[in-house]
């Protein structure tokens, strides 16, 4: 657990015990890029204690032989540390289908095979329309079959909130509260929220509305926290030459975006789940430079008011 600021001065208890705190970081394995040994280590040497590694494509993770073989391998890889692991399953995957079923059940048997303990899922990726109410009941019904089999491999899933890549039409999974919704009413202890603070971000924005008001109601269902900065609507700024100009969903370090950590900042440190930074390899300094910045926008936001 984090602790909250000491009375002695701000932020004293987060500098006091910066190792400890450091250990719910995490850092993500880029998408097509293998755990390779030296790349994980280089996670755990620079204080991280989590790491998020993708899985291989639905073609691998329908054939069972192919699906444990792959996770044995990424799982040795990571044995050589002493990180935590969750895996990230593939974007484009939507349960409620027979098809998609099979993949998902592999994805949950890799990941246990991992040993890793969270698998983040895309969910409610549909948009807001009547004909999209039969593909809701059936990825909920999915969800909830494939919860119960997550309690029994020790396996939290964690369906994550979305955003617009580029400017375009608003998805169900855009917003943290339609995801605590499903998971408030699957009511499994193998179901969560990964609130993806970048995407909310983008979301705020579009909609024009305040960040905090569509972060902190689904504080309470968080198992997993995605990290990451953007410009978010991009209304106003000027993209540097080396960024996509229309792009809102970039992947930046955090700080170097206008995502507001020091609003933010309270809130994480008062949070119990783990924060993974997920940067997009063309922005992505060092790993030690990444936990050095980050943990210093988490020590400099002010403490939460005490009636919080």
């Avoid at 593909?135 to 969800?143: D, G, I, K, P, V």
């Avoid at 979305?162 to 998971?183: D, I, K």
């Avoid at 109601?217 to 995605?226: M, Q, S």
């Avoid at 030690?288 to 403490?303: H, T």
Wanted: glycine share 6%.
């Amino acid at each position: 657990m984090l602790h909250m600021d000491a009375p002695d001065g701000p932020n004293t208890s987060w500098r006091m015990d910066t190792d400890r705190q450091r250990r719910r970081l995490g850092l993500n394995v880029p998408q097509d890029w293998w755990p390779a040994a030296p790349l994980v280590k280089s996670f755990e040497a620079a204080g991280f204690g989590w790491a998020q590694v993708p899985s291989p494509p639905a073609e691998v993770l329908t054939v069972p032989r192919d699906c444990a073989a792959h996770a044995r391998a990424a799982g040795a890889a990571l044995d050589v540390t002493g990180l935590d692991v969750v895996v990230h399953g593939p974007s484009a995957l939507l349960a409620g289908s027979a098809a998609a079923d099979r993949v998902f059940e592999g994805l949950l048997a890799y990941t246990a095979e991992a040993g890793a303990r969270q698998v983040v899922y895309h969910a409610r990726n549909l948009p807001d329309a009547p004909a999209s109410d039969d593909r809701l009941l059936a990825e909920t019904r999915s969800l909830a079959r494939h919860a119960r089999l997550a309690e029994r491999l020790g396996v939290t899933i964690a369906v994550e909130n979305l955003a617009p890549v580029f400017p375009g039409p608003e998805r169900l999974g855009h917003l943290p509260a339609a995801l605590r919704t499903l998971v408030r009413r699957i009511s499994s202890p193998a179901l969560g929220l990964c609130l993806d603070l970048g995407h909310a971000h983008v979301v705020s924005e579009l909609r024009r509305c305040d960040l905090e008001e569509l972060v902190c109601p689904a504080l309470d269902a968080t198992v997993l926290f995605h990290a990451h900065d953007n410009f978010g609507a991009r209304r106003e700024a000027r993209p540097a030459p080396e960024l996509d100009p229309l792009r809102l969903d970039l992947h930046l370090p955090p700080g170097r975006g206008t995502l507001p950590w020091a609003r933010l900042a309270p809130r994480l440190r008062a949070h119990h789940a783990p924060v993974v930074l997920e940067v997009h390899p063309p922005h992505r300094p060092s790993p030690a430079a990444l936990a050095k910045g980050f943990s210093a926008l988490l020590a400099a936001g002010p403490a939460l008011p005490a009636a919080a």
